[in-house]
């Protein structure tokens, strides 16, 4: 589900260019980060220690999933696509260490990922420095694989919405994980196929024709439908002399569904699922693709991530869908925001004029009608394991010459917006993986 948010001016268009060469705070932490790193440093350097990693990690659902398999890899085997050109220029612009795409449709072997390195991101785009990612990670979705099952309860079996992940295709609106620094792939953890109803009390949906509770899937089907729509990965990086545990994810739309709101309560449960993770007391009933059980251990740092389709005040998600995760102890929120954001709410007006939240704080630009521009699009660092430094969306105002990167619709991008968090990473932390 697309959601609006965008980043002061000043960050997208004077202080981007900046951190292109220098991975450092924006605005006015523009000055105070670097001495503040110097003496870092010159701390580390004389106690022995290596000095703390300065780290900009970002989500981008870049809507290049396309409606044919193959389609993708064709498009990024040119380097003319004008889509993948100008979602390569606002990643360049922004220049993430480690970014998450969401809706990148999975392609074995990697071949879709390597072609959007090498012929778009290490290329410069409209006057932007190419940017090298060495790393990527990239693992099969459920969306477009075949259940078996009429899982809508249409009476018929067969097409996207019977598939384990609404998809046409398998792989439809995949995700890749790109890096610059090393990925520890022998330690990765997928849970494609962890079963929802494996989670202690899930949200199972409710047949509203019967009055029994947690019908809408017959015995047989639950002991197939899986919790996620995409996946859930635990993608441990090598930043400096530390390992960042980056948690990635795409939560269904809490929408295109009906009263069971099966959409809805999955969409729940998968952000449910990263909560139970961090916590030891929790995770118990977590077992991943390879069978090992349990969640992270307590002192691994970690960075939540991804298009979690759920907005805390606004739209169709399930009331304290994402407040699992804002509201967890062990999560810092740094709140991104930009200057576009609100601009555009203003501008389009119709259910963003009746919304709650800020739209200060806006990733995604829907419709008008509803849902409205919502927050959508997370970074969401450990407490007190990952220092939060600066953080925010790219979305510029219309006087900035680069909002012909994100547009109106039809969006020369996509509806959502880039979502950046600078962090430092002290020195010697999650070394025990």
Do not use: C
């Not at 849902?371 to 394991?385: E, H, I, M, T």
């Not at 619709?409 to 430092?424: A, E, G, N, Q, Y």
């Amino acid at each position: 589900m697309p959601a609006r948010r965008s980043i002061p001016i000043a960050l997208t268009a004077t202080v981007i260019g900046g951190l292109l060469t220098a991975t450092v705070g924006i605005g006015a932490a523009t000055a105070a980060v670097p001495s503040t790193a110097n003496q870092s440093a010159a701390s580390a350097a004389a106690s022995g220690l290596p000095a703390a990693t300065k780290l900009r990690i970002a989500t981008f659902n870049l809507s290049l999933n396309r409606g044919a398999p193959g389609q993708l890899e064709a498009d990024l085997a040119t380097g003319t696509n004008a889509q993948a050109r100008t979602v390569a220029e606002i990643i360049q612009r922004a220049n993430p260490d480690i970014v998450l795409l969401n809706e990148f449709d999975y392609v074995p072997d990697g071949r879709a990922t390597d072609a959007f390195r090498s012929n778009y991101l290490a290329v410069g785009q409209g006057g932007a420095n190419p940017v090298d990612y060495p790393y990527a990670y990239t693992a099969p979705s459920n969306t477009g694989i075949p259940s078996g099952f009429d899982l809508n309860n249409d009476g018929t079996v067969g097409g996207g919405d019977d598939a384990f992940g609404f998809g046409v295709f398998e792989g439809q609106y995949g995700m890749a994980i790109l890096s610059k620094f090393p990925i520890v792939t022998d330690k990765v953890r997928t849970f494609q196929k962890f079963l929802w109803k494996d989670m202690p009390g899930a949200l199972l949906p409710d047949d509203p024709a019967t009055p029994a509770a947690n019908d809408w899937y017959s015995p047989d089907e639950l002991k197939v439908v899986r919790l996620s729509s995409k996946s859930h990965w635990d993608v441990p990086v090598k930043v400096g002399k530390s390992t960042v545990h980056v948690l990635a994810a795409h939560p269904t739309p809490p929408t295109f569904d009906g009263p069971e709101d099966r959409n809805g309560r999955r969409n729940h449960d998968e952000i449910r699922f990263w909560a139970d993770y961090i916590s030891p007391l929790k995770s118990r009933y977590i077992t991943d693709d390879a069978g090992k059980r349990g969640g992270l251990r307590p002192l691994s740092p970690f960075v939540i991530l991804g298009d979690q389709n759920a907005d805390p005040l606004d739209g169709d998600s399930v009331d304290s869908a994402i407040q699992q995760l804002l509201d967890n102890w062990r999560i810092t929120d740094p709140q991104a925001t930009s200057a576009g954001a609100p601009e555009a709410a203003a501008l389009q007006g119709g259910a963003n004029a009746t919304h709650q939240g800020d739209p200060k704080y806006d990733t995604a630009d829907f419709a008008d009608t509803a849902p409205g521009n919502l927050r959508a699009d997370y970074v969401l660092p450990s407490r007190g394991l990952l220092q939060v430094r600066d953080a925010g969306v790219f979305w510029p105002t219309q006087s900035d010459p680069l909002s012909a990167l994100t547009g109106v619709f039809p969006f020369p991008s996509s509806d959502h917006r880039l979502v950046w968090v600078d962090l430092r990473v002290p020195r010697l932390v999650g070394l025990l993986g």
